[in-house]
């Protein structure tokens, strides 16, 4: 009898004896209403199971062919590829895991697996560009920053993940956010999945202490993100009551107690997770500007306010402020600071990366993590940016010696990382890095679930430069270093935000 069945036999058993008043025992009378047990046995009836890995992939057997990945190297030290195959720099768990999911794609399709790493930042567009001019073909899969990723697509050099019948895009191995968000015209030339941690790396969040929560007698942060009442507001409200200049110093410095610790691309990210976006898609899957309104005047205004209210909040990067100061005359840079910060118990609530977590289990501190808070309780839900600049994808250039090989084995790696990669990658996170609350664990799930992906933010539409010229970097820029001039800013660069948006298109439109 298969396991289904046996489950059903027992389930109606037991129901059985419960009303037959099992033997001589007296009855109990259940607070659960006679539907739920009705529910609980259809639930059973339909189950579904667990799909088998690679299952939906076809047999294939490669004879000990080679895979080669191209992946972004050691020069970038915290945003480097740790994925692929294990490295000398990162956790042993992590490195298990890849060695366990490698021997699992490995053992069903005979591929061996080899990297190479970029050496500088902007090699990999090089290197791409270079195979493709000459007709070389030596990388099977590769993993550009998403910039890079885009620019090479608009080369006409990366197939069309969804035309390739391997690629099952829509399983949850592959992260949904990203194959809706960074789709255009009805293609995705590069996604994410299970296989990327460096997704997971830029995902941008914010940390907590929980013992200046306990020492002041705050609200749990748990709770409100629970309850839906996690608010910009809420978040103002309770870092105004932990600010002190504590250091004996003159003016707030490092060393000082602060509320809410804030770098400045975080006010883009305050404004995705207040419901805002720079971009929408259209019916036609094209991007189109979004990021001006009554209501998203009325965001940035609240943002504006918190990071500028000097009894709340601190801007890390701020080169004319006393932290930054303070902490180079220390000969610390701004990272290496803010880590401090709140390792020591200095800092309520810090922006970060997904990443930055695990450089804090080098303290013994007590920490969570929560999203970005909302605008409004009202608010549908929470929304969390992957910042796309250090962020990696995964991609198939145009010109792979065998595309379906190479599609095969991608699909392979993203379902085998689901349980061992992945699995790893946050058991790092969540028990070797001091985050050991079940609460936490919730958190991480609200995060990962609501992860958003800004068009705008891959393509630098109205300048190359992160800056008041450019679409993601305008709002930065004055949060940051100089008065609210959000109307007068947006006016005075929409029209070649628009230009440079519409010239993508046209890009993308003649690749069909």
Not at 16 to 31: H, L, W
Not at 393 to 418: F, G, H, R
Not at 429 to 436: A, F, G, L, P, S
Not at 460 to 484: C, E, R, T, V, Y
């Amino acid at each position: 009898m298969n396991k289904p069945i046996l489950i059903m036999v027992s389930l109606l058993l037991c129901l059985t004896m419960i009303f037959a008043g099992c033997g001589s025992q007296p009855v109990q009378e259940s607070s659960e209403p006679a539907e739920s047990v009705q529910s609980a046995v259809e639930s059973e009836e339909v189950s579904i199971p667990e799909p088998v890995l690679f299952s939906n992939l076809p047999e294939k057997n490669y004879e000990g062919e080679t895979i080669t990945f191209l992946v972004e190297g050691d020069y970038m030290n915290t945003y480097k590829s740790v994925e692929v195959l294990p490295h000398p720099d990162s956790y042993e768990t992590l490195n298990r895991a890849i060695t366990d999911r490698n021997n699992l794609v490995t053992e069903r399709f005979g591929v061996t697996f080899e990297e190479y790493r970029t050496e500088r930042y902007g090699d990999m567009i090089s290197i791409l560009r270079n195979n493709s001019m000459s007709g070389v073909n030596e990388y099977d899969i590769v993993m550009p920053y998403f910039p890079e990723a885009a620019l090479f697509a608009q080369e006409g050099g990366l197939l069309d993940l969804r035309t390739l019948e391997n690629i099952h895009y829509k399983e949850p191995y592959y992260d949904q956010g990203s194959v809706d968000d960074l789709s255009i015209l009805g293609k995705n030339y590069f996604v994410t999945g299970d296989l990327s941690l460096l997704s997971y790396d830029v995902t941008h969040t914010l940390v907590f202490d929980k013992n200046l929560v306990q020492k002041y007698h705050l609200e749990s942060p748990y709770d409100l993100v629970l309850s839906g009442k996690w608010t910009i507001n809420k978040l103002w409200e309770m870092a105004k009551q932990v600010q002190f200049d504590i250091d004996g110093e003159p003016g707030m410095g490092y060393l000082d107690q602060y509320g809410f610790l804030v770098n400045n691309n975080f006010t883009s990210t305050m404004f995705i997770g207040a419901g805002q976006r720079f971009t929408v898609k259209n019916e036609k899957d094209e991007p189109t500007l979004a990021v001006y309104s009554e209501e998203a005047v009325n965001v940035f205004g609240t943002i504006y306010d918190l990071i500028n209210d000097e009894t709340a909040s601190g801007k890390i990067d701020f080169t004319s402020g006393g932290y930054w100061i303070t902490s180079a005359a220390a000969g610390k840079n701004i990272w290496e600071a803010a880590n401090d910060s709140v390792g020591n118990g200095r800092t309520l609530f810090r922006a970060v990366a997904l990443n930055s977590i695990l450089k804090l289990g080098e303290y013994e501190c007590s920490f969570g993590l929560l999203p970005a808070p909302k605008y409004t309780e009202t608010q549908d839900r929470y929304y969390n940016r992957v910042s796309t600049i250090y962020g990696s994808c995964v991609a198939i250039p145009v010109n792979v010696k065998d595309s379906e090989m190479s599609s095969i084995i991608l699909d392979a790696m993203m379902q085998a990382s689901t349980k061992t990669v992945k699995t790893a990658y946050f058991d790092v996170i969540m028990k070797e890095r001091k985050i050991q609350d079940y609460e936490s664990e919730q958190m991480l799930d609200i995060i990962l679930k609501t992860r958003v992906y800004e068009f705008g933010s891959i393509y630098g539409w109205g300048s190359s430069a992160h800056g008041s010229s450019n679409l993601m970097g305008f709002m930065d820029k004055i949060a940051f270093q100089g008065p609210n001039t959000f109307v007068s800013t947006w006016d005075s660069i929409k029209d070649a935000v628009q230009a440079d948006l519409d010239a993508t298109l046209s890009v993308y439109e003649s690749l069909n």
